[in-house]
């Protein structure tokens, strides 16, 4: 007889949808930085965050990466990005 924990394996490294990163995403950037960011300005590949804004919006959100980061890891426990581009 199969234990449990054999079914329930698949889950482990369960990637949460596009639109669930996105808005983790949002958050993390409005309480670290309190800019609003759309869902359009982020586009998500791999373990990379790209972002289509202005310069200014840019420089604001690489300059507090670090604090958006750990949040983004508090978050998104099983899905850590590597970085903001």
Do not use: C
């Not at 869902?39 to 590949?45: G, N, Q, R, V």
């Not at 990379?48 to 310069?55: E, G, M, S």
């Not at 604001?60 to 903001?84: D, G, P």
């Amino acid at each position: 007889m199969q234990k449990i924990k054999f079914f329930l394996e698949k889950f482990k490294n369960f990637v949460p949808s596009d639109r669930v990163l996105k808005t983790a995403v949002i958050a993390a950037v409005k309480k670290q930085t309190k800019i609003e960011l759309t869902l359009s300005a982020i586009k998500i590949s791999g373990w990379q965050i790209y972002l289509t804004v202005k310069p200014v919006v840019r420089s604001e959100i690489f300059i507090k990466r670090e604090r958006i980061m750990a949040e983004l890891e508090q978050t998104l426990a099983n899905y850590q990005f590597k970085k903001i581009i």
